[in-house]
């Protein structure tokens, strides 16, 4: 145990006017958008890349701390300083995502279990070690033809548990991620439905497991209309539907709600940000742990070549000061125009 404040930590993560940057991609995940811009994956290349988006200027304006893979936690500057410490200088509490992955779920044909609870207590060791400050862990819930099952939701939530008492116990904050899907054509209601459903399965393993809810951040989907629904959702009535849902299922204890993209464009996933911020004061901060909202525009820039750094480094911190932007619902399409 170390002595790290974890509700401190928490609440930095989620301080005013700044977000998360989920740049964690496993080797699989990187290569697979690399590959759509015609980007080589290696390890330098990968390296390359991560160095771009951690040594934006003024990032730690709009960021207070940045997700990592187990690769990339181990990598650093060509002067051979590590992220980590790199992350720690500019004022960013570097984070690390600790499940491997979502596997088969045997009895449940289309679903997923969250992997990478074996000898998690002694990688959390490690990983502090490295540096870390926080942990990631993300559950996979599919809407589907019957599904999702109670097997899926409840083992998820019940590893998602065992993986945040691990992180408390070992002096990680862990960030608690269940997605649901934007994939499918379901309602919002569907979304509503079974995002309420995960959510109160969630809370009630992370009680049973006494972990410290005011010790965590919760990184939920937004509730909203599956990628190939009919009826595509605005603005208002996605902002709505997700608070409704997490008033009711999130106790007012956890400290703060940074959403994922899953998906969304960066635009919209800013826009949605900014119209729950302007929705009057909520239990818990609400703010942004955004992976592909926040980088792709940057990946694009930079297109895996040292002439496109700077193009990238703005990308990056264009939509970090939108979003940031949006944590006080002042974000508007102005500042779209103003970068263009
Ligand atoms: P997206 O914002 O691209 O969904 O990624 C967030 C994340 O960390 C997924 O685990």
Redesign the pocket.
Known sequence: MTDYDLTATAQALVAPGKGIL?A??SVATISKRFAALGITSTAESRRAYRDVLLTAPDLASYISGA?LYDETIRQGLPDGTPFPDVLHKSGILPGI?VDTGAKALAGAPGETITEGLDGLRERIAEYIGLGARFA?W?AVIRIGDGLPSRTCIATNAHALARYAALCQEGGLVPIV?P?VLMDGAHTIERCFEVTGQTLRAVFGELADQGVVLEEMVL?P?MVIAGKGASRQTGVEEVAETTLRCLLRTVPAAVPGIA??????SPEL?TEHLNAMSGMGPMPWALT?????????PSLAAWKGEAANVEAAQSALLHRARCNGAARSSTYSAAMEAEAA
């Open positions: 989920a964690d991609e997700i995502k990631k993300r991620e997605e990184k989907n959403f994922l993209s899953g998906g969304q996933a942004f742990s955004y992976g592909r909202a926040l980088q792709d």
